[in-house]
């Protein structure tokens, strides 16, 4: 029977890394982020010769792809491989003696038109959809959109890019963002948690875990007000998913009832999430992306569903897989 290993596959501005090359590798870690955050990609090298110093010298905004494959990983003879996607070179670090060099790179898009320039604009009676539509057209940018289609009455982009823009006004609005493979994905995710678990864990299975149970930042229901002008009415829009007396008081600007409701619910569940925490580190495993269901059994109170929030798979002295997830919420507050 052949051992149990894992094999990197890395290529950098279209070009794959060499053996010769991938046997100075010191440590590769890739972050799979359900929504939020842009994934992560980091590599380090031992640089005894200095070539990454000087010749090999990385420029940001370089292009890396990386794929992860496990050969005989459960005993059972057959190989899986997993893509962690394309990535743009973001940091770039040295530190000696002896010389080493670290290489961090993100999945957000590189079209500097929708990452890094800046605008200014008002967006009047236009939907989510139709905002990221139109900003991903103008950057060339690959859009899945899987949400409910939320219409902004108006809000001003005011010298803020595209991406940032974009993601500031899908939070408010309790729709995850994420950007993958150079698109840009907007998906509900009250709707992927309500989705069935993929996989059973049990407590044997892990190397190592925590989990945090609090009510602290947590919140039995809403209350969102907004007083605009002197004339106008003020908008108060209130939900009481759960019973008790823990109310969380949002002042918020909106323009109509059912954009209070979208904030205040929004709002209410961002700070729900933390109810209930696990940290879990495993064996390597390949299986599992973001943004999916399990369920966890063996850990008494902390049993049950949980959505993944994110995925760390880490290789250097072995290989593991480190996930952050949150309790599934009743009713999605």
Known sequence: MQARRTELNIIYKGKEFSKDILKFLKGFSYKDCASGESDELSLQFADKEGLWLKEWYPQKGDTIEADIKTINWNGDETEQCFSCGIFTVDDIQFSGRPLSFTLKALSKPIAESFSATEKTKTWKKASIKAIAEEMTQNAGIELYY????????????????????????????????????????????????????????????????????????????????????????????????????????????????????????????????????????????????????????????????????SITHDISSGFTTKCELHKVLEGGY
């Open 146 to 309: 899987d949400a409910k289609n939320v219409v902004v009455e108006e809000m001003e982009q005011s010298a803020k890019t595209d991406l940032s823009f974009l993601y500031d006004l899908c939070k408010d609005n309790g729709i995850a963002m994420k950007a993958y493979r150079q698109k840009i994905v907007l998906f509900d995710e009250i709707a992927y948690e309500a989705k069935l678990p993929i996989a059973t864990w049990k407590e044997q299975d892990f190397i190592s875990w925590t989990g945090n149970s609090t009510i602290e930042g947590t919140y039995d229901g809403v209350i969102l007000s907004y007083q605009g002008s002197q004339k106008e009415q003020p908008i108060t829009y209130e939900f009481h998913p759960r019973e008790g007396n823990r109310i969380l008081k949002v002042n918020e600007s909106v323009e109509n009832m059912a954009e209070a409701e979208q904030k205040a619910k929004a709002k209410l569940r961002e700070a729900n999430k933390t109810e209930t925490t696990l940290s879990i580190t495993k064996k390597g495993d390949i299986t599992m992306v973001a943004g999916s269901c399990i369920t966890i059994t063996g850990l008494g109170h902390f049993d049950g569903k949980y959505y993944i929030d």
